[in-house]
């Protein structure tokens, strides 16, 4: 059976208007069919179908990308280990998938369009199974770690330092999924931010938002001692080495994976320029400026700049980190990464692309954590 893109996005175009419908419909489709795979899943299901919904539709935008997907996929397989997922899961999974988008696309349906998804989904599941069962026997699904340092930056935002129990391989900029024993079952994600260390040690910069179970557990609640779980590493946004100078943006908590990104440059012993554009809404909220100051002082090629958006007394640099950016000179030449709130990175990427720098050398990725 052959892929067909076309008649899957041309479908999917169809129950995109509906995401919230959709992904209730294929939930309550699922678990009527296999209840047994309700115990997998969270009590509140709210995030879950958004980040179903989230990952379904960079798959079909993604199906005439084969490498790139292939990739995705192989990272959700392997990162799908930790709820227990197995092969047979699979079959359920796509066959309330194929139900859904048939119930919603019900205006254009026929039998080529769901031969379409059969073969998508026959793909997808393929790489993810095998990613995962490659992994099995050498990498566990999850990760024990225990909480060694709990600083509280703000009111809202702790730095937070684990020792996994197991080494935990990374690379710089990556990012993993996090579950608290004040939550089982419910995992989110949250940047890396540092390099990886010799005493295994991973560090976090949490935000609690409203509504969030993970990030306020982990800011208000998690003290020293403490054991969370680790999914496996995750995301693409890791240093290229390009021999190019590099500009960093970073918004808020954005700063973790940069940071990270900085780090291991540091200790590569190269000497790019580094520009670090640092940006919060007020001057408390640059939770990190000391370490950042530090590490500038100690590696004179990195320039570190806090930006603060909405505090006129802020005696310093002020405005939106994609306007200030602009206020230099031309980063055409340079490797760039940019993290943060997803309109603030949108907005940055398209002015850098805007003025001169090509798609390929932007590097991006959004606040990882709760949504």
Known sequence: MSLNPRLVKESFALVEPVAGKAAAYFYGRLFSESPQLRGMFPPA??????????????????????GGLAHYLAQLG????????????????????????????????????EAAWVAAYGMASE???????????????????EVVDHEQRTRDIAVITVRPSQRLPFLPGQYVTVQTARWPRVWRTFSIANAPRKDNTLRFHVRAVPGGWVS?????????????????????????????????????????????????????GRRPHIHLLFGARSASE?????????????????????????????????????????????WAEHEVYVCGPSTMVNETVQRLQASGVPPARIHRDTVQGEP
Not at 94 to 112: P, S
Not at 128 to 135: D, H, L, V
Request: charged letters at 25%.
């Open 286 to 330: 640059l939770y990190d400026i000391q370490d950042l100051v530090r590490m500038e002082s100690g590696f004179p090629w990195l320039r570190v700049l806090p930006v603060v958006s909405d505090e006129p007394a802020y005696d310093g640099m002020r405005g939106r980190l994609p306007e200030v950016m602009e206020r230099f000179h031309s």
């Open 216 to 268: 306020s557990s982990l800011v208000r609640h998690t003290r020293i001692g403490d054991q969370v779980l680790l999914g496996p590493p995750v995301g693409t946004m890791t240093p290229v080495d390009s021999g190019r100078d590099m500009l960093c943006v970073a918004g808020g908590t954005g700063l973790a994976p940069l940071k990270a990104i900085i780090e291991h440059v540091v200790a590569s």
């Open 78 to 113: 392997r990162d799908h280990r930790k709820y227990g997922v197995v092969a047979e899961h699979y079959k359920a999974v796509g066959n309330a998938l194929v139900a859904t988008v048939r119930h919603f696309a019900a205006e254009i349906w026929n039998e080529e369009i």
């Open 127 to 145: 790489i993810m199974i095998e990613a995962a069962e490659a992994e099995a026997g050498t990498t566990p699904p999850w990760w024990l770690a």
């Open 45 to 66: 299901m709210e995030v879950q179908r958004d980040r179903l919904f989230g990952a379904l539709t960079r798959i079909v935008w993604m199906l005439d990308s084969p």
